[in-house]
């Protein structure tokens, strides 16, 4: 028996050819099923390949019609890009990015992602620092107003020799050296101490000048408060803070404000002047006292219509007994807002577990909406709710309508194939909620494959 190759049946080379179109039009029906669902992505990526941490504000900032944000890319595709410094700039309008590098290869490390300010003349000031491993505060101005796709060359800061800075946290008060206002940077590390610092500049951050130490833990180990600010832009800063690490001490959370020279608590009694500062935890007002089964890490701090603040952090619970890196299996949010007289403090939600092993304390992050005092916007692991049915990293919407008492929990992200982390919502003008967030695989601050997206919410 012969079989003829030429004939259309009962031939070898028509049954490949069969099977490699099979193949072929499978694969392209895949392929399109997956732009297909990449396309009903409700968000919009804005960096392929960026992390943040929370500690360094402002990440994100709305200019008009232009999205503004800053990230530390980790080379996660392409290794060129490993710890470059990045800010992207988003036409809200038209919907199109454009990607500037701030500084080639400082740090894969998150700690080390820009803070951005919008100086009253249009143009951006952006200030970055590697984590902990200098003495260096790196910052860069825009060439032209309100334009953040090119800038002048870098200019570096030094508060002191032995100095070793993390963080960028800028804030302007425009009645303190009238008429251009005196610009205040907060970081960590003034001469070595691991405390939070603070530096000024009386020309819109083109030169600077070191203040001093802002806060202060005495203790026979040294310790790094943790701190979230808030300013008004006339003449009030608020900070809220930590005792230290919550892997190196049962942390509490406490606030104070700094208003006209003077560092105050929360019912505005002067402890001391700024310039003879630092305050410490018992001089400013307690939220929350941690103890070895409660212990506190601040996430967020703002302000409302009437200039009054209210924060949230993360609580780990259960801890008490179990060695150090291998606990963080329930981590709840808490809210907590100043009523102009007290207090009021509450938990909100399960958190879930930590992110990875070795950090307990990593939840997957909670802000508030700068605007709408009413809504937070986390992200866990389990339902917020319950605290049950655990699986992906998810954002969550809260809201409430009793002043924080309870919450109601609404999903912005479902099944997931990868996590969703450490939610950010910018300030802006209108009832539109601009949503932003990390996606994607976080192993370690110094190893994640991140996008940084953005989702339009009413």
């Known amino acids: 028996m012969s079989i003829d190759l030429r004939s259309p049946c009962g031939s070898a080379d028509w049954g490949l050819r069969a ?163 005196r610009l205040y940077n907060f970081f960590r590390g003034y001469d070595n101490t691991a405390k939070p610092s603070w530096m000024f500049s009386d020309d819109l951050g083109e030169n600077w000048t070191m203040g001093g130490l802002l806060i202060d833990f005495q203790a026979r180990r040294k310790h790094r408060p943790y701190v979230k600010y808030a300013g008004d832009g006339r003449d009030t800063i608020h900070f809220a803070f930590t005792e230290g690490h919550p892997m190196e001490f049962d942390t509490g959370i406490y606030h104070a404000v700094y208003r006209a020279g003077q560092l105050c608590d929360s019912s505005g009694r002067a402890v001391r002047s700024l310039t003879k500062g630092p305050i410490v935890p018992a001089e400013a007002t307690r939220i929350f006292a941690g103890d070895s089964n409660n212990i506190a890490w601040i996430h967020g701090l703002a302000l409302d219509g009437q200039g009054r603040p209210r924060l949230v952090y993360t609580v780990q619970k ?84 009793d002043q924080g008492a309870t919450w109601k929990w609404t999903p912005v992200t479902r099944n997931s194939k990868v996590d969703n982390l450490r939610p950010l919502v910018p300030l802006c003008e209108g009832s539109e909620t601009r949503l932003l967030w990390l996606r994607g695989s976080y192993l370690k601050y110094t190893n994640y494959d991140l996008q940084m997206v953005l989702q339009r919410l009413q």
């Open 318 to 401: 259960n801890a008490a007994g179990v060695p150090r890196g291998k606990a963080g299996q329930d981590l709840r949010y808490h809210f907590a807002r100043w009523d102009g007289s007290k207090w009021h403090d509450a938990e909100i939600a399960f958190a879930g577990s930590t992110l990875y092993p070795g950090e307990d304390d990593y939840a997957g992050g909670i802000c508030l909406h700068p605007g709408d005092p009413h809504t937070v916007f986390i992200s866990a692991n389990v339902d917020p709710a319950s605290g049950k049915a655990p699986g992906r990293f998810e954002i969550y919407r809260g809201r409430t309508r």
């Open 19 to 181: 099977l490699l179109k099979r193949f072929a039009m499978g694969l392209a029906s895949l392929l399109f099923l997956a732009s297909a669902l990449a396309a009903s992505a409700p968000w919009v990526v804005l960096n392929d390949d960026g992390g943040w941490c929370w500690f360094e504000d402002p990440r994100v900032v709305v200019d008009g019609g232009k999205l503004v944000a800053g990230t530390v890319a980790n080379g996660s595709h392409d290794p060129a890009r490993k710890g470059d410094i990045e800010v992207v700039s988003y036409d809200l309008a038209v919907g199109t990015t454009v990607r500037s590098t701030l500084h080639k290869n400082l740090q894969a490390d998150d700690h080390a992602s820009p803070a951005l300010l919008l100086r009253p003349d249009g143009r951006w000031l952006a200030l970055y620092a590697m984590h902990g491993a200098e003495n260096r505060i790196y910052y860069r101005l825009s060439v032209r107003p309100h334009d953040a796709t090119e800038w002048q060359p870098e200019k570096v800061f030094v508060p002191s020799p032995s100095t070793r800075v993390t963080y960028s946290n800028p804030y302007l008060l425009d009645r303190e050296n009238v008429p251009q206002g």
